[in-house]
């Protein structure tokens, strides 16, 4: 092109321009709305999902030996993001809280290299009595049990790294 020479541009209409540009649609407000009530239309769905879920890593914990593999562990750290996910999408905030603390247990387990399946079932069965359609917890007995799975990633990593806990 030559330094005399100007560009041309040439401003192409397609769909998207004219969607963009056109009156119409709803408000951001109705739109969350009408979501909430789309996922809340779910639950029926999904909730028993969750508990299938649950169960499946209590039947794979039931038979698996006492030292687990990475690919064990692996599996389940799947199987926890299927439940951190749906807890956290349903409200189960309980539930969601046990499922991160058994997402931060496995990748403590990957990294150190250790693999017992006590503190696997520690958290599953504590998982358990979070499902939906169990009883409530009192938020105190939560908050404690949830220190308590702390304390038990802690003792792990501490007894990994060879410095006792006490």
Known sequence: MKSNESARVIYYRNSLHY???SGGGITREKAISEASKNVEGLAGELLPVLNDEISKLEEALSSAPQA?????????????????????????SGL???????GDLLADMIE???????????????ARMFR?????????????L?????????????????????
């Open 68 to 92: 687990l593999s990475e690919t064990f562990i692996r599996e389940v750290f799947q199987r926890q993001g299927v439940i951190y996910n749906l807890a956290g999408t349903f409200g189960c």
């Open 132 to 144: 939906p359609g169990m009883p409530p917890v009192h938020e105190e007995a939560q908050t404690l």
């Open 112 to 126: 150190l290299g250790v693999r017992p399946i006590e503190p696997i079932q520690v958290h599953v069965r504590a």
């Open 146 to 166: 949830i220190n308590h799975l702390a304390s038990v990633r802690q003792f792990l990593r501490s007894e990994a790294e060879g410095r006792p806990l006490l």
């Open 19 to 21: 969607l963009l540009n």
């Open 96 to 102: 969601r809280q046990i499922a991160k603390s058994l």
